[in-house]
């Protein structure tokens, strides 16, 4: 039987960090045997916020070598930039002919950015969701390995998939978005001001390129307060994040303790963060200092990119040539 095809991107806008490890990364490394996987770099997608030319580059090969430090192995999965596939921008334009102004301005997404960049609301970001359903449509995937934040966005791919199929007859599946323990991992910033993200407040995230001492000195000034006062209370969303990044990183004993501290009304913060500092810099730190050495080999790096670019163009390619004829464009 033929593997499912999976696609899922990391766009190239700043260092990686605990969100985009434990919410996407860490799934893909679990599926690169099971299923036949397409993982890129979003560096078109990251355009979309006019970047420095030089950050770009850098954050592109970085995002790359952090990938492959986080156990994706390019030989078993398809790693290329999302730019190396033209196909993909092709796509790209006939789905926008099938997508429409009112649903896109409606987007959660767009509508943060219009709020963040109110000077730079160009027409790709509000397109965005229709770029993102080329990169998963190409290839024609089931799967996809992504954080809660992304939801909407696969919502979107499949009202596109279904408008193609509608109008020129069924050809693109539905893609849906896939966690092995069915429950979406979301990180929260330390400092509980919303979910940990690349370039908002850099101190309250957790970089994969962090060193020890920086990690242990984030999470020491992580958000907590005096503590519980009645047994078993429920937890505030930023004590929650903690247990959960702690029973991501620590034995699970470790969290029990602090697990039945807490319900017991006799926690102290201080040492559970103490606890979490080491076990997560013990976490990160092959991972940092493995990014570090494949950053040294630039044209190692090329080389994965352009073997990931042929295996992506071997797929996108006949998609293409079997949407143009399905459109008509096959003169
Ligand atoms: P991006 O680059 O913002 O994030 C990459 C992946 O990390 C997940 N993630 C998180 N998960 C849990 N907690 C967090 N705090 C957190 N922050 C980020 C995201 O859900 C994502 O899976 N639009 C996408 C990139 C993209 C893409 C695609 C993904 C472009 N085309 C096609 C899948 C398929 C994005 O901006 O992700």
Redesign the pocket.
């Known amino acids: 039987m033929s593997k499912e095809i999976v696609?899922?991107?990391?766009?190239?806008?700043g260092h990686?960090?605990?969100?985009?490890?434990?919410?996407?990364?860490q799934n893909y490394v679990k599926m690169q045997d099971g299923y036949n996987c397409y993982f890129?770099v979003?560096d078109y997608?990251?355009l979309t916020t006019h970047p420095d030319p030089k950050d770009l580059r850098e954050n592109v090969f970085r995002v790359l070598a952090e990938n492959i430090a986080s156990g994706l192995d390019p030989e078993k999965v398809a790693l290329y930039a999302?730019s190396d596939v033209p196909e993909i921008p092709e796509l790209y334009l006939m789905l926008n002919m099938l997508a429409y102004k009112g649903e896109l301005e409606k987007v959660p997404?767009f509508k943060d950015k219009v709020r963040q960049q109110p000077d730079n609301v160009n027409a790709g970001l509000l397109t965005?969701p229709v770029?993102?359903?080329s990169?998963?449509l190409i290839h024609k995937?089931v799967k996809?390995?992504?954080?809660?934040?992304?939801e909407q966005?696969?919502e979107m791919?499949r009202n596109f998939a279904q408008r193609f199929n509608m109008r020129y007859g069924d050809y693109f599946p539905e893609?849906q978005v896939f966690r092995f323990n069915h429950d979406?991992?979301?990180?929260?910033?330390l400092d509980g001001s919303g979910?940990?993200?690349?370039s908002e407040n850099v101190n309250a995230t957790i970089f994969l390129s962090d060193d020890d001492d920086t990690i242990k000195k984030k999470i020491m000034k992580a958000k907590t307060d005096a503590g519980p006062t009645e047994p078993n209370a429920a937890m505030p969303d930023y004590i929650q994040n903690l247990f959960l990044l702690m029973h991501l990183s620590s034995r699970p004993e470790v969290v029990d303790i602090y697990r039945s501290q807490y319900n017991n009304c006799n926690i102290r913060y201080g040492d559970m963060k103490k606890q979490l500092a080491e076990d997560m810099a013990a976490f990160v730190r092959p991972i940092r200092e493995r990014a570090v050495e494949l950053q040294k080999d630039e044209a190692a790096l090329r080389k994965i990119l352009k073997e990931g670019a042929e295996k992506a163009r071997a797929s996108a390619s006949q998609t293409i040539s079997g949407a143009r004829k399905l459109i008509g464009i096959n003169y």
């Open positions: 696609v899922s991107g990391i766009r190239s806008t990686l960090h605990l969100g985009n490890y434990f919410g996407a990364i890129f979003a997608h990251s999302q997404t965005y770029l993102m359903a990169d998963i995937a996809v390995p992504v954080g809660k934040d992304q966005h696969l791919a893609p979406a991992v979301k990180i929260m910033a979910k940990m993200s690349k």
